[in-house]
């Protein structure tokens, strides 16, 4: 463990109780399909989705706040996905959190706290500035800073990072993806129920999403 994340954990207590959970050993996620209305249907916390949920092809995305896959998805792949296909309606988007740390679930807890209108957008922030709060001595002050850009008060920052709930909800829903749809990396993407792996440029998404086209 870096200094900046031991430090992090010593300044959360919320967040020491994540770190005590750990993830179970799973194999890769299965070539064939889950029941993909059942994989819709959210867990613990709500899903946060874009688009219309009737749209022939749901993507559901897992994700860690400090995964940089994930990062580099959002930042050059989301945005071509979006145009492209939620807002023509082809496709209905739901996001996921799946922590692989303390400081991705701190992060995932933050953007939970905002106002439901606003999570995409402070998703796509986080993301966007991962570089300037993951690689830092003091995380917990660089997300602060970043979060009072949008908003947060130091009461308000310490509140959400202190919601044993929220922490309680986001850490189900992470366990419930390894178990029952063997998520054991990010990002992890479903295609109308089925894994997709590698999409990492919008000419792998547009693979991904062909078959379901036709």
Same mark, same amino acid.
């Given at each position: 463990?870096?200094?900046?994340?031991? !430090? *992090?954990l010593?300044?959360s207590?919320?967040? &020491?109780?994540? $770190?005590? +959970?750990?993830?179970a050993?799973?194999p890769?996620a299965a070539? $064939?399909?889950?029941?993909?209305?059942?994989?819709?249907k959210?867990g613990?916390l709500?899903d946060?989705?874009?688009? #219309?949920?009737?749209?022939p092809?749901?993507v559901?995305?897992?994700?860690?706040?400090?995964c940089?896959h994930c990062?580099?998805?959002h930042k050059?792949?989301f945005?071509? &996905? #979006?145009?492209k296909y939620?807002?023509? $309606?082809? +496709?209905?988007? %739901?996001?996921?959190?799946f922590? @692989?740390?303390p &400081?991705?679930?701190?992060?995932s807890?933050l953007v939970?706290?905002a106002p439901?209108?606003?999570?995409?957008d402070?998703?796509s922030m *986080? *993301?966007?500035?991962?570089?300037?709060?993951i690689r830092?001595?003091?995380? +917990? /002050?660089?997300?602060s800073?970043?979060?009072r850009?949008?908003g947060?008060?130091?009461?308000?920052?310490k509140?959400?990072?202190t /919601?044993?709930? @929220?922490?309680?909800? %986001?850490?189900?829903g992470r366990? !419930?993806a390894?178990?029952?749809? !063997? +998520?054991? $990396?990010?990002?992890?993407f479903?295609?109308?129920?089925?894994p997709?792996?590698g999409?990492a440029?919008?000419e792998? &998404?547009?693979?991904? @999403?062909?078959?379901f086209l036709?």
């Open positions: 463990m870096t200094p900046s994340r031991r !430090r *992090f010593e300044s207590a919320a967040l &020491l109780a994540f $770190g005590s +959970v750990g993830l050993a799973h890769a070539q $064939g399909a889950y029941d993909a209305a059942e994989m819709t959210p613990a709500p946060m989705a874009l688009g #219309k949920p009737d749209a092809i749901t559901i995305e897992y994700s860690s706040m400090t940089g990062a580099n998805f050059n792949v945005p071509y &996905l #979006k145009e939620i807002d023509a $309606g082809t +496709v209905y988007f %739901i996001h996921r959190e922590p @692989l740390d &400081l991705a679930a701190a992060v807890m939970r706290c439901k209108e606003k999570y995409f402070m998703l *986080f *993301f966007e500035q991962q570089s300037n709060w830092t001595d003091n995380p +917990v /002050d660089a997300l800073k970043l979060s850009q949008v947060y008060t130091p009461e308000s920052f509140a959400c990072l /919601d044993q709930k @929220l922490l309680d909800d %986001i850490t189900a366990t !419930r390894a178990d029952k749809y !063997r +998520v054991d $990396g990010t990002p992890a479903f295609v109308n129920g089925r997709s792996k999409i440029s919008k792998d &998404l547009d693979k991904a @999403l062909a078959p036709k």
